[in-house]
């Protein structure tokens, strides 16, 4: 099923809209287990990797367990008693923490009253484990806005693209906090964006992302198509006869406050301190994952479907 076409309405797979429930289910293994189940995060059914058998879920060690009786040589039979853990190969398999724990984890990141405070005193994990598992989180809704992203705008729609620099090189607490140049737009009619960190803002790259992620026939406003108008014409003639996108001059009083809005939104989301250049590209996903599902439980559900998706399980 694609990630898009799950019915928020019909869970019926664990997922809540509080993360005080949650935490409680939590604390119930069953519930652990079938919830990952259910997203499809790890197997419903595994077969021995001795004798291909199908193996019987073992709940007292979590582990799945053949039964099969096998003879070798003269010996009685014994039963195979291969057994493997049920989080094995897939998201959870190296995980050094419990299950239950990094669920509880999950749920506050994709909650807005994450906090670090908040993680020491309910599951009690170091900031190392913290910081290592939100970056872990981040790939996985990298991941989801890889697959979902569709271009936005299209004929009759308007399209705002910008640059903005998030923060300035500085130092906090003697850590480097990176700056980092962010390209994205946004549709006025349907509200639809995008947002990628890049490295250089010369033409090539940032028409590639244009063309990766604005719809041919659009109407495209911006600021920053002035100052390359001023580089010489020769961009915007072949930008506008090879890919059909329709530039409005800023000076036809044409605006950008609605990206402009938006930069304030995605700055508010980006850590003001611990950030690192190559984590922008999981905080943006982050913003967007957020903007598109406005509830809790819409953000677990998908979450879980997205981490299936990148760690599917294997037998
Ligand atoms: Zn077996
Ligand atoms: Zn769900």
Known sequence: MALSEIDPVKYQCGCVNSIFELRENLKDIDFVVKLLQEHGVISREHNCGRCDNSCQLDTKRWVWRCQKKVTIGN????????????????????????????????????????????????????????????????????????????????????????????????????????????????????????????????????????????????TIISDCWKSYNCLGTEGFDHLTVNHTFNFVDPETGAHTNTIKRQWRSYKEWVPKVGRKKYYFRGYLARFYFFSRWKSLVDRYHHFLLAVAALYPPTN
């Not at 749920?107 to 906090?115: N, P, Q």
């Not at 903005?164 to 964006?193: L, M, N, P």
């Open 75 to 218: 010996q009685k039979a014994k039963k195979c008693n291969y057994s493997v853990s049920v989080y094995k190969g897939g998201w959870l398999s190296n995980a050094k923490v419990k299950a239950g724990d990094n669920l509880f984890f999950s749920g506050v990141y994709l909650d807005k009253i994450f906090s670090y405070e908040l993680i020491h005193r309910e599951i009690g994990w170091t900031n190392k484990t913290i910081v290592g598992w939100s970056t872990f989180i981040r790939e996985v809704l990298e991941n989801y806005c890889e697959l979902v992203r569709k271009p936005i705008g299209g004929p009759g729609l308007t399209v705002e693209i910008d640059e903005s620099k998030f923060g300035k090189r500085r130092y906090h607490k003697g850590v480097r906090v990176d700056a980092q140049w962010v390209f994205g737009g946004i549709c006025r009619e349907t509200r639809e964006f995008f947002a990628v960190p890049v490295e250089t803002r010369d033409r090539e790259t940032l028409l590639a992302l244009i063309k990766k992620y604005v719809v041919p026939g659009s």
